[in-house]
């Protein structure tokens, strides 16, 4: 495998680290700059949100230059928004600098995969696209816990400064590493589009904004829950992390295998699972060993869900699965920032720290019944695909839809 899979992969953890570690430092930044920790809970939903608009916007634009320019200039909008967060003299300059290091998330990803599968041989695009992946995941279980330990030893900014650092590092990699890779040619966004015309892509994305913003409803608070009602220290929230980044790869790497083989029972499954241990953290979090337990739990299950939640999208928009790709990925942080904001405001309405894992479960449940829903119609028959499985020149991504140039080789392979 080419050295240049090893920056995209720091650029990749640079990103994880950063999307993730503000949940471990909600209390810090929220004491130094005297807001509620709900208040500081729009850290999460900002990020999230730019991810949003950012993944299709940053995507499209992508289009006009070369790959691996498009590449730097994303990793230099990560370096100056960590920044900035780190120097943030006000609370909403904090919320600005986290919201110019999203812009970078999902088209960074985007097209980082492609340039991966670009620098090997065909029958190695895969492989080289999940090693770049790799960096995502060791943030979860490394960067994200790390992080948080620097920020309670040495005061958050720190921690901003050095994932900042992270980033100085990747846009050198990409620099001297990566090859240039012409701008693709002839690619138009109409037929691209013409896949949010049909309900299957529409419920997989509705699936993936409430499954994972069940996640993160509790997660978000989960420092404040496990220190206030578990009595767990400060400095245990890091192991705690730890935890529930393994339960990550754990539950994602089993949900990718099984996703080929059983993708919508599979869904009902973890949604449903998810759901149940959801409402049962309202009760485990009080004591250590159960709540440590059901962490991990959540973690595992959450993500066992991505893998086919990714793939739906990328099957039922086969033929035009780039953009769709892109915006599935801006409804994962879509799901974060609406159970950012609704955990935060049933803590402010007096309803307890726990309160967060009700709205996650309820979320969770929700999802289960879009799926059970989504089934339904396809047993019906009601699956038609808008979109034409006709190659032509003007669409060269239905040339060939598994291929990575297309995208759709790109993110399943996230999650093998």
Known sequence: MPLALLALAIGAFGIGTTEFVIMGLLPEVAGDFGVSIPTAGWLVTGYA???????PLMTALGTRVSRKRMLMLLMGLFIVGNLLSAVAPVFGVMIAGRLVASLAHGAFFGI???????????????GAIALMFTGLTVANVVGVPLGTWIGQAAGWRTTFFVVAALGVVGLAGIARLVPEIPKPQGVRLRHELAAFRNVQVLLAMGMTVLGFGGVF??????????????????????????????????GNLLGGKLADRALMPLLYVTLGSLALV????????HNRFAAAATITLIGALGFAAVPPLQKRVLDQASGAPTLASAVNIGAFNLGNALAALIGGMVISAGFGWTAPNWVGAA???????LALLSGALERRGIAAHPVSDHPTAEHPAAEHPAAGRGGAEAAPALHR
């Open 363 to 369: 979320l969770a449940a929700s999802a289960l019944l």
């Open 278 to 285: 959801l409402a049962l953290f309202t009760v485990t979090a």
């Open 217 to 250: 409803a509790a997660i978000t608070y989960i420092s404040p829950m496990m220190t206030e009602v578990a009595g767990f220290a400060d400095s245990s929230v890091t192991w705690l992390l730890v935890l529930f980044g393994l339960g990550m790869v754990g």
């Open 49 to 55: 949100l730019g991810v949003l608009v950012g993944a």
């Open 112 to 126: 980082g995969a492609v340039v991966a599968a670009d620098l090997v041989a065909p029958s190695r695009k895969a």
